[in-house]
């Protein structure tokens, strides 16, 4: 386990050899840190990367060729320690590769990469997946970035909003003991707006499916300091705090969801699993503005 440290002339970044995770984003302009710092007590987690499955399985399982699989939320990935492969002043690119103990749980060969880039205030993450076997690989991968919320001692949680840019509502996916339920609810939204408080929390996370957006803000209407996360062509994404801690929020661009409270377990047929063919790599990236 080891960090590995990207600068520029705005952000000094750090992130772990262990999940691969980005643990530390801090301004040097305005001497802000903007990732949440992983209170034992609280959410021991700064920004988990999520592989090969997001969210959770109905009953913690799968089936693949009339054989059950058991894995936790979100994959393996997020407590995997990753070889850093790749690293300059402001870029680092780590690689998690199969192992006996994964091919129990998950019976496929990869190799998922992660890369880290530092561009002025922005730093984009790219996630690769490739297929070194013979037979198709079946996976989803997400992320689920943490950021403090307040950003300040002198703010508290309601001081932030959600922005939408494009957008005046939004259908969210309701959840059922984690798992995708059938009833939706609509969001209007003010001037692209939802106000941050615990009680949009209350039922867990706000999953949103069908591509609804490519981006969304975070930020404080008495600073206007904040994050923008730009995701093109993803199709899921999630908001989520733990209940009643009015500390953190968590933007979580997705490749994948949680299965359905219907789900028969078949990973061929699970909604937003991808499948990848024998010598094929999938690529997908997201950037965040700090501001």
Request: aromatic residues 14%; charged residues 20%.
């Amino acid at each position: 386990m080891a960090n590995f440290q990207l600068q520029n002339n705005f952000l000094s970044v750090k992130v772990n050899s262990f999940g691969a995770e980005l643990c530390s984003v801090f301004s040097k302009e305005n001497a802000i840190e903007y990732i949440w710092q992983a209170e034992q007590s609280i959410w021991a987690r700064h920004a988990p990367n999520l592989f090969p499955i997001v969210g959770k399985l109905k009953d913690g399982e799968y089936i693949f060729q009339d054989n059950s699989y058991q894995l936790s939320q979100h994959g393996f990935a997020r407590d995997r320690e990753f070889v850093g492969i790749e690293q300059s002043d402001d870029y680092v690119l780590f690689e998690l590769t199969a192992s006996e103990e994964s091919l129990t749980k998950f019976p496929f060969h990869f190799s998922f990469q992660i890369g880290y880039q530092l561009i002025g205030n922005n730093l984009e993450t790219s996630y690769s997946v490739f297929n070194p076997d013979h037979g198709d690989l079946y996976f989803s991968v997400g992320a689920h970035p943490a950021f403090n919320c307040p950003l300040q001692s002198n703010e508290s949680f309601n001081d932030y909003e959600l922005v939408f840019p494009t957008k005046e509502s939004l259908i969210i996916n309701t959840l059922s003991a984690g798992l995708i339920a059938s009833q939706t609810k609509s969001i209007d939204l003010l001037h692209h707006k939802l106000n941050v408080c615990k009680q949009l929390f209350e039922n867990d996370a706000l999953v949103f499916m069908n591509s609804q957006f490519d981006e969304v803000h975070l930020i404080s209407k008495k600073t206007n300091h904040g994050v923008a996360l730009t995701s093109k062509n993803w199709p899921y994404f999630g908001i989520w705090t733990k209940k009643n801690t009015e500390q953190f929020i968590c933007l979580e661009p997705w490749h994948g969801i949680a299965d359905s409270v219907d789900t028969n377990k078949n990973i061929l047929e699970k909604t937003g699993i991808i499948k990848l063919e024998s010598n094929c790599r999938f690529n997908a990236s997201f950037s965040i503005s700090f501001f």
